[in-house]
C-alpha cells in the first residue's frame, strides 16, 4: 500500500527523522506544530520571538545536534533576525522553519506579507521556499545539512501557508532515512604535510602558547586539547567563547584572555606570557577584536598557526601557517606529528611555564582579595561571583546575559571538571541570558543551570518567567540590581567624563516580579546573606530569581574603565 501523508505530516516525520525532539515555537505554523506534537515532539512555547530564537541557540550548543525553532511570518519572522545572527556570527547549527504567504497570494499585500528571503540573506547560510508538496522531505534535509556541515549556522526554510493548511494526503515519493541534525555533521582532517610544518615549529618553539576559541567546543575537542596540553607541556588560553575547553586549575592553563585583563582581571598577570609568544597556536579562533584587544594583545612579532574549518578565517587578521580541517581531528593529527618529532625542548620548558602561570595566578587572587573577599553593603559582585564559584557544581551549566554579565562570569568562576560556559559573543547582544538558561535546562533538565544578568539585559526578557513556570524549567537566575546600564554608563564616563540620562534606571524589585509569574524571588541585600541565599535557590525546585542588590561602582577589568576607580564615588 502506498504511503500518504499531509504536507505537515511529512514535514514532522523529516524532522523526526533527523532527530529533533523539541521545536521552539508558538503555534504557528500550526499544521506543522499538530503534527510533530503527534509524533512526540514537544514544543516549548515562548513569549516572544527574540526569546524562542536565543532558546534554541542554547539548546543546540548543549546537545550537540542542530536544533529547530518556528515562527509566523511577518512581525514574528523578523523578530528572529537577532537570535540568527548571533548564530551565524557564533557559529551555532539552528534550523528557523517560517510560515510564508501562500504561492498564489504572492506580491498582493498578503496578510503580514514580507520578502522574508531578503529578510534572511544576511543572517542565515541558506534561505529556500519550499517549491512543491514533492520536494519536502528534499528541502528539510537540505536545511538540516546546511547548518550543520562545514562552519555551522543558522538556516531557513520557508514554507508557504497553503501548504501549511493542507489537509490532503499525498504520496511520499521515496523513504529517506538520512539524519543530518548531528554536528559536526562532516569532519575533515587538515594536510598531512601542514600538521607536520606545524608540529615543528611548536617542537623548537622558547615559549609557545595555544589560544582556543569557541571552535573547540563546537568540534568537541576538549579532549584532543586537553591531551595536546598535558602530554606536549602547552600553556593554553581561551577566549571568552573558548573557556571550558581546558581545565582552569591545570598548571598549565592561563585562563580567558582578551579585552578585560585590566585591574582584578583574571588573566591580567599572564601578559607577560602573551608578549614573549614566539609561536601562537590559534584554534577555532576569529581572532575578533574583543579577543585580541582592538588586535593589540597578540604580539606580531610572533609566529601563527591557525586551525579551522572556515578558510577564510585563517590569516584573517595575523597571517598563519593555515591549517583548514575539523578542530577535533587537526589537534588529534597535531599531537601525534609532535611526539614524533620530539618533545624535549617542550619537557624543559614546562617547569617555568608552570611557575610564571602560577605566580600569574597567585598575583592575581592577591589583586582582587579587596573585592572577592569584601564585606561591604551593598555589596560587590565580585564577592558574590566567589561565593558562587564555590557553590557551583562541577557539572554546572552557567549562561551569563552579555556585557558585563559576561566579563563577570569569565572573569570569577572557574572552568572545572564538566562545567559547561554559554555565552553570547556573536554579537554580544543584551536579552540573551535567561533564555539560552532556558533552553540549555531543556536540553540537559538534569544538570543545574544558573544566569547572571544586568537588570538592563534582564528586563529585555521579564516575559520569560512565565515560560519557565508554564513549562516547567527550573533555572537560577540572578540579576544584577545597581539601576544602571553598567556597561554604557563606565564606558562614557571613561572616555567622555560623563554619561547619558539612558544609563541610569529605575530601581525594580525583580524578586516581585518572580513572584507575579509564580516563581520564587529572593532579595540579596548583604553580603553575609549571599552564601545563604545560594544555597536556597539551588535547593529549591522550580526557577529561582536572586535580585543582588549590589555596588553600582564596581569597575569592571577592561583597562579603559580602570581611571574610574578613584573618580566614580
Not at 590559534?282 to 604580539?299: A, H, I, M, S, Y
Not at 589583586?367 to 569584601?374: H, I, V
Amino acid at each position: 500500500m502506498e504511503n500518504t501523508a499531509t504536507t505537515s505530516q511529512r514535514i514532522a516525520a523529516a524532522l523526526k527523522r533527523n532527530g529533533v525532539t523539541v521545536i521552539f515555537g508558538q503555534s504557528n505554523p500550526t499544521g506543522i506544530t499538530l503534527a510533530a506534537t503527534d509524533l512526540g515532539i514537544r514544543q516549548v512555547g515562548y513569549r516572544q520571538e527574540n526569546a524562542g530564537s536565543y532558546m534554541v541557540q542554547a539548546h543546540a550548543m548543549c546537545t550537540q545536534r542542530a536544533s529547530v525553532v518556528t515562527a509566523q511570518n511577518g512581525p514574528a519572522a523578523t523578530l528572529l533576525v537577532p537570535g540568527l545572527a548571533e548564530c551565524l556570527k557564533a557559529s551555532h547549527p539552528v534550523v528557523a522553519i517560517v510560515q510564508d504567504v501562500g504561492q498564489d497570494n504572492v506580491e498582493r499585500n498578503a496578510f503580514q506579507e514580507l520578502d522574508h528571503v531578503k529578510l534572511f540573506e544576511g543572517v542565515a547560510k541558506w534561505v529556500r521556499r519550499v517549491p512543491r508538496q514533492d520536494r519536502i522531505e528534499e528541502f528539510v534535509d537540505q536545511a538540516f545539512i546546511a547548518a550543520t556541515s562545514g562552519r555551522p549556522g543558522p538556516s531557513v526554510l520557508l514554507v508557504p501557508m497553503n501548504m501549511v493548511k493542507d489537509r490532503e494526503a499525498y504520496p511520499v515519493p521515496y523513504e529517506r532515512r538520512g539524519d543530518y541534525g548531528r554536528y559536526p555533521l562532516d569532519r575533515t582532517a587538515a594536510d598531512p604535510a601542514r600538521i607536520k610544518e606545524a608540529a615543528a615549529l611548536l617542537a623548537k618553539a622558547k615559549q609557545p602558547i595555544i589560544y582556543a576559541g569557541g571552535g573547540v567546543i563546537s568540534s568537541q575537542a576538549q579532549q584532543e586539547l586537553r591531551a595536546l596540553q598535558e602530554q606536549c607541556g602547552l600553556p593554553v588560553a581561551t577566549s571568552t567563547m573558548g573557556k571550558g575547553s581546558v581545565d582552569e586549575t591545570h598548571p598549565l592553563s592561563m585562563g580567558p584572555i582578551g579585552y578585560y585583563m585590566g585591574k582584578r582581571g583574571v588573566s591580567r598577570f599572564m601578559k607577560p606570557l602573551v608578549d614573549n609568544a614566539d609561536v601562537i597556536l590559534l584554534v577555532g579562533n576569529r581572532t575578533n577584536q574583543n579577543g585580541t584587544d582592538d588586535w593589540k594583545l597578540l604580539p606580531r612579532t610572533a609566529q601563527y598557526i591557525h586551525i579551522d574549518i572556515d578558510p577564510m578565517e585563517n590569516s584573517r587578521n595575523y597571517e598563519a601557517l593555515r591549517i583548514v580541517g575539523d578542530a577535533k581531528l587537526a589537534l588529534g593529527q597535531l599531537l601525534e606529528a609532535l611526539q614524533a618529532a620530539g618533545l624535549d625542548t617542550r619537557k624543559a620548558a614546562r617547569p617555568a611555564a608552570e611557575a610564571a602561570i602560577a605566580k600569574a595566578k597567585a598575583d592575581h587572587k592577591a589583586d582582587a582579595k579587596d573585592a572577592t573577599e569584601s564585606s561591604q553593603n551593598p555589596f560587590r559582585i565580585e564577592r558574590f561571583m566567589a561565593e558562587l564559584d564555590r557553590q557551583l557544581p562541577g557539572d554546572a551549566i552557567i549562561a551569563p546575559d552579555a556585557s558585563l554579565s559576561s566579563v563577570w562570569v569569565a572573569n570569577y568562576i572557574t572552568a572545572r571538571q564538566d562545567r559547561k560556559f554559554i555565552f553570547p559573543r556573536g554579537i554580544a547582544g543584551l536579552g540573551w541570558g535567561l533564555p539560552y538558561a532556558m533552553g540549555a535546562k531543556v536540553a540537559q533538565p538534569n544538570r543545574q543551570v544558573f544566569c547572571l544578568a544586568g537588570d538592563g539585559g534582564f528586563a529585555h526578557m521579564w516575559s520569560e518567567l512565565e515560560t519557565c513556570k508554564r513549562e516547567g524549567i527550573d533555572v537560577v537566575v540572578a540579576v544584577i540590581n545597581n539601576a544602571i546600564l553598567g556597561y554604557q554608563m563606565f564606558a562614557e564616563e571613561a572616555g567622555l567624563g560623563r554619561s547619558s540620562n539612558a544609563t541610569t534606571l529605575t530601581v525594580v524589585d525583580h524578586a516581585k516580579v518572580a513572584e507575579a509569574c509564580g516563581v520564587k524571588g529572593i532579595r540579596v541585600t548583604k553580603a553575609e546573606d549571599i552564601a545563604g541565599a545560594l544555597q536556597e535557590a539551588f535547593a529549591t525546585k522550580g526557577t529561582v530569581l536572586l535580585d543582588l542588590l549590589v555596588e553600582p561602582k564596581c569597575i569592571p577589568p577592561i583597562p579603559m574603565m580602570g581611571v574610574l576607580e578613584d573618580v566614580i564615588k
